[in-house]
């Protein structure tokens, strides 16, 4: 099977739960924040960004939270459905921009 | 529309191979970049390009050389390949290269090296 997500934080729940995905940045300046899903054996697709003028935006299915506070974001799948399945990522953005600073993700796992 | 494709889909080399791990995206983006994955860690930034003509070294360069060869493509060469180098490859592109926009990723070469 895929490779990524070995030694992975994981986060198992029942179908139909609700999900928390959570995220630690360590740059105070950082503006711009972005979840990604990476699927077994794919690429990264784009779940939902947030700016750091907002507290709390809202997709599909998904909310963004971001405490700047403590530094810390997550993610909040609503209905956890088995499509889910799959390693999440938060990205920060550096904006000197030769880096672009992907956390290492957490697999959550939906269990039928 | 195609997206980010990326070639080949898997490449196995041994070590002191050279090859170029090939992208293109229709989307007309300005941005294009090359990530590497490695188990149990986020992506790297290998190498970007901000715009077309441009290249420019992200955190993890070492051993590698890209090409903007025109809006659509972005190739990443290995000259000697090493184990080290062993890794799940990602190109993506992106409308502007500010940071403030989501990156499209390819589906990603996996690489081997003996």
């Known amino acids: 099977g895929e490779s990524v997500g070995l030694h992975l934080p994981t986060l198992s729940v029942q179908e139909g739960d609700n999900s928390i995905i959570n995220c630690a940045y360590s740059?105070?300046?950082?503006?711009?924040f972005i979840w990604y899903k990476q699927e077994s054996g794919k690429g990264p697709q784009f779940i939902i960004d947030?700016?750091?003028?907002?507290d709390k935006r809202q997709g599909q299915r998904v909310t963004v939270l971001l405490n700047k506070t403590v530094k810390h974001l997550s993610l909040q799948i609503a209905a956890t459905q088995p499509g889910d399945s799959a390693v999440y990522f938060c990205?920060?953005?550096?904006?000197?921009?030769?880096?672009?600073?992907f956390g290492s993700g957490t697999k959550l796992n939906v269990k039928p | 529309n195609a997206g980010v494709t990326q070639t080949p889909k898997f490449q196995v080399l041994k070590t002191g191979q050279s090859m170029t791990l090939q992208c293109a995206q229709d989307m007309n983006h300005n941005s294009m970049y090359w990530y590497r994955q490695d188990p149990g860690m986020g992506l790297r930034l290998i190498y970007y390009s901000a715009s077309e003509g441009t290249t420019d070294k992200g955190e993890v360069p070492n051993g590698y050389n890209v090409s903007r060869l025109n809006k659509r493509e972005f190739s990443l060469r290995l000259e000697s390949a090493a184990p080290s180098q062993t890794s799940v490859y990602f190109c993506?592109?992106?409308?502007?290269?500010?940071?403030?926009?989501?990156?499209?990723f390819g589906p990603g070469t996996r690489l081997t090296v003996l």
């Open positions: 993506a592109s992106s409308a502007s290269g500010t940071g403030h926009n989501e990156q499209f």
């Open positions: 990205a920060e953005p550096i904006y000197n921009f030769n880096k672009f600073y």
């Open positions: 740059n105070s300046a950082s503006d711009y």
């Open positions: 947030i700016r750091s003028n907002m």
